[in-house]
């Protein structure tokens, strides 16, 4: 079975700073990895995934995420958040193995302060 | 170019009482899916499909049913409507023509209450 554990249901940062959203999965074999953000009122909107290749996976809107096999982990990160990116955040992974349903994390609302 | 829209926005409904929604798709896609959002409990697929005339169950089914009549069509019912599904839901679709490359497009979601 697979599941995404995000830690945090909250995260606050200050505008300017770096800022880091947790996920950690559990999948049979090599996942594939992805993130979502929601935005008040409004429905999911893919930021970026990891498939293969290189550890780190540039997206949207200037978030990056790392892929860490040996700590099953694909932490959302931004190197300097603005009070814009303030919304819910979504891990989800899929098996590599029978049908493309994705599994979503409990989400991590990220709050960013002036 | 519209993606993914969904029909109605809001809804209230009394107990019992049944209720259909609509998901429509302008980019060509296969696979479709119906999810649920809950609080505290992430997004849950209801069902999906991989194509016109198909559909398939996912990790919450029960108490629900679709079809999938047209390929840029899914439609979601409520046969008997329960408070327990008071709930956001979302549509999805993807183009369903690589595993591994396959990327789920969202709607706005639709508000559901059931009284």
């Known amino acids: 079975a697979q599941s995404v554990a995000q830690p945090e249901d909250q995260v606050n940062v200050a505008e300017g700073n770096p800022l880091t959203v947790k996920c950690t999965y559990s999948?049979?074999?090599?996942?594939?990895l992805f993130w979502y953000v929601q935005y008040p009122n409004r429905g999911l909107q893919f930021l970026l995934k990891?498939?293969?290749?290189?550890?780190l996976v540039k997206g949207s809107y200037g978030f990056e995420a790392e892929f860490n096999k040996s700590q099953t982990s694909f932490h959302l990160k931004k190197p300097s958040a603005l009070v814009s990116d303030s919304a819910l955040y979504f891990c989800?992974?899929?098996?590599?193995?029978?049908?493309?349903?994705?599994?979503f994390g409990t989400g991590t609302r990220l709050t960013v302060i002036p | 170019n519209a993606g993914v829209t969904q029909t109605p926005k809001f809804r209230v409904l009394k107990t019992g009482q049944s209720m259909t929604l609509l998901c429509a798709q302008d980019?060509?896609?296969?696979?479709m899916y119906w999810y649920r959002q809950d609080p505290g409990m992430g997004l849950r697929l209801i069902h999906y499909?991989?194509?016109?005339?198909?559909?398939a169950k996912g990790e919450v089914p029960d108490g629900y049913n679709v079809s999938r009549l047209k390929k840029q069509n899914f439609l979601l019912g409520l046969e008997s409507a329960a408070p327990s599904q008071t709930s956001v839901y979302f549509c999805a679709s993807s183009s369903g023509t690589s595993r591994s490359t396959d990327t789920q497009y969202f709607g706005p979601g639709t508000r559901l209450t059931v009284l």
């Open positions: 999948v049979s074999g090599n996942p594939y």
């Open positions: 989800a992974v899929r098996a590599r193995s029978g049908a493309n349903n994705l599994f």
């Open positions: 990891y498939i293969t290749g290189d550890n």
């Open positions: 499909s991989v194509g016109e005339g198909t559909t």
């Open positions: 980019m060509n896609h296969e696979y």
